[in-house]
């Protein structure tokens, strides 16, 4: 079956502009993560969703970020007034109810000019 | 923050040998899983072993965990060149299933 998508696949923008990027999880996966991992490092997680709600956002950076799972389906990540520091691989990953192994869609590279 | 340290940061060996790749943590943990990762991009469950488990095999993957000591190995035996990539452990502790991930090891299989 499909696996986790990621759109889009690589995001190139322009220092203090706004950026989503999505996440299509695995069909009735009910848990729901974002990571990001920076170059040379393993990822960071940034947030956990089940359902609709967010269970943790613990590892948002600040108050620039910000996620949504409004159907408890497909995900938002979005970045206000980006900053250089913020480039890296945005990761998501979905898991079933309970179980603790995660699938990870391809990422989605962000550049911040 | 990275609960997990990698150990090497990169090992590159011949086709047919095995690797070995130890991971250390720093507090108590549920569980710890094993991901590989090519290209940088998506990464891909390996293994899991659960902190009352002491051997995990799977395939040509053989895991071990030592709690006392806090660290974790992973076995590829009869590597391949397609066992190039990076392999990162992860822990999960708590109740809510979030994962902190090391820095990773680098393997490259030379044919």
């Known amino acids: 079956g499909a696996g986790v998508s990621q759109t889009p696949s690589n995001k190139v923008t322009e220092k203090g502009k706004y950026v989503e990027l999505r996440c299509d999880p695995i069909s009735g996966h009910t848990a729901l993560y974002w990571y990001r991992q920076s170059l040379g490092q393993g990822p960071e997680f940034l947030i956990y969703f089940q359902g609709t709600g967010a269970a943790d956002d613990s590892g948002l950076p600040n108050d620039r970020f910000f996620a949504v799972r409004p159907e408890g389906s497909v995900s938002t990540l979005k970045i206000q007034r980006t900053e250089r520091g913020d480039s890296a691989v945005y990761l998501c990953?979905?898991?079933?109810?309970?179980?603790?192994?995660?699938?990870f869609g391809p990422g989605t590279r962000l550049t911040v000019t | 923050s990275q609960q997990g340290e990698e150990d090497p940061q990169a090992l590159s060996i011949q086709e047919g040998e095995n690797a070995t790749m130890n991971c250390s943590y720093k507090t108590s943990i549920n569980n710890l899983q094993w991901y590989r990762q090519n290209s940088g991009r998506g990464l891909v469950h390996l293994i899991l072993?659960?902190?009352?488990?002491r051997e995990k095999h799977s395939g040509r993957l053989r895991v071990t965990l030592d709690t006392s000591k806090k660290s974790s190995s992973l076995l590829i035996t009869a590597s391949r060149a397609a066992d190039t990539a990076s392999y990162f452990c992860a822990t999960e502790r708590g109740s809510n299933y979030k994962l902190t991930f090391g820095k990773g090891t680098l393997l490259t299989v030379n044919p």
């Open positions: 072993i659960r902190s009352n488990e």
């Open positions: 990953a979905s898991s079933p109810t309970g179980a603790h192994e995660q699938y």
